[in-house]
């Protein structure tokens, strides 16, 4: 029944120009994924024929295991998805240096790109160059976080992503790509306003990171601890989901028509964001607990290839 209805709601749509997004009328297309929705609501997924979904992914732990292999099926599955007509971009905490490999590994091209979490959004220029160029970015003085960092962790490792990509650092870390980065002194690190700040503390482990984290607070800042007392801050206010909603206008896709994918604690602004607009939040399930609370759903680790899971079940 819902394949029958399928059809007729693709032929309703095949209109003589292309580009289905554009020539609906966002109040039409809202009431549309309603229709759709109650007539599928066998499997009470949003999914239907309604028009491309905005499929957004994280990379570690979500498409990349922690060896930057993929995760099993990832590629195919994307590949699926972009085919079926959904744009498929990633949210993440690297910087585009980090990123714009990992685009080439899933073979897209999306037309926007989320980095920094959320500081920094690139629009495509060049498909096939995977050439980007950066049309929103956010940024903050660091010089009170770092410096109350500092008083509690001196022997942590500094790195500071400035608006124009260059990247600076205080302490080599093998975690940390380092190619196109500056090594400079601590007090360089705050001499211009940053989209991000990094710190590794190397020493300490996640659970007294977060305890540390809380009793020094950090108010003036967004921040995410990741696994390995990783903490990524970025300017008050900005999340992966600040980035996503400026993304979702500038594609003029409707708000429910969103499906996102993380693992970690810089996810959850955009599960958040996802959720109040009647879309898809999913979380890995090797990802902390506060982190698959937020989520609406759970599917399978990284390990397992949970992202190729829930993609693969889109349309069916
Ligand atoms: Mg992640």
Redesign the pocket.
């Known amino acids: 029944m819902s394949e029958d209805r399928a059809t007729t709601a693709d032929e309703t749509e095949a209109l003589p120009e292309p580009g289905s997004v554009e020539v609906v009328e966002p109040d039409d297309a809202a009431e549309l994924v309603e229709e759709i929705a109650d007539e599928t609501v066998a499997d009470g997924s949003p999914e239907g024929t309604a028009g491309p979904i905005l499929i957004v992914l ?5 498409v990349l295991l922690e060896d930057e292999s993929p995760s099993p099926g990832v590629v195919d599955a994307v590949k699926d998805a972009a085919a079926a007509g959904n744009e498929v971009m990633l949210a993440t905490g690297r910087s585009w240096d980090g990123t714009r490999g990992i685009l080439r590994v899933l073979g897209i091209a999306p037309e926007y790109v989320v980095c920094s979490n959320g500081a920094v959004v690139l629009k495509r220029v060049d498909a096939d160059d995977l050439a980007y160029e950066r049309v929103h970015t956010e940024t903050f003085d660091a010089t009170t976080v770092l410096t109350l960092l500092r008083e509690h962790l001196p022997d942590a490792h500094y790195l500071v992503e400035l608006p124009g990509g260059e990247r600076l650092y205080t302490e080599y870390l093998d975690d940390w790509n380092l190619l196109a980065a500056h090594r400079v002194s601590f007090e360089e690190l705050t001499a211009q306003p940053v989209c991000r700040v990094v710190v590794v503390s190397p020493e300490h482990e996640e659970g007294d990171f977060l305890s540390l984290v809380e009793r020094i607070g950090l108010n003036q800042v967004s921040y995410a601890i990741g696994w390995t007392a990783w903490l990524d801050i970025a300017p008050q206010g900005v999340d992966k989901g600040t980035a996503l909603e400026l993304v979702r206008g500038w594609l003029g896709l409707p708000a429910d028509r969103v499906l996102v994918m ?3 604690r810089n ?1 959850v602004g955009m599960f958040e964001w996802a959720l109040r607009n009647g879309g898809r939040a999913i979380a890995m399930a090797q990802g902390p607990d506060e982190v698959r609370a937020v989520a609406g759903e759970v599917t399978t680790s990284v390990q397992e290839g949970g992202v190729a899971a829930i993609l693969g079940a889109l349309g069916r």
């Open positions: 994280d990379i570690d732990g979500t993380g693992d970690g996810d």
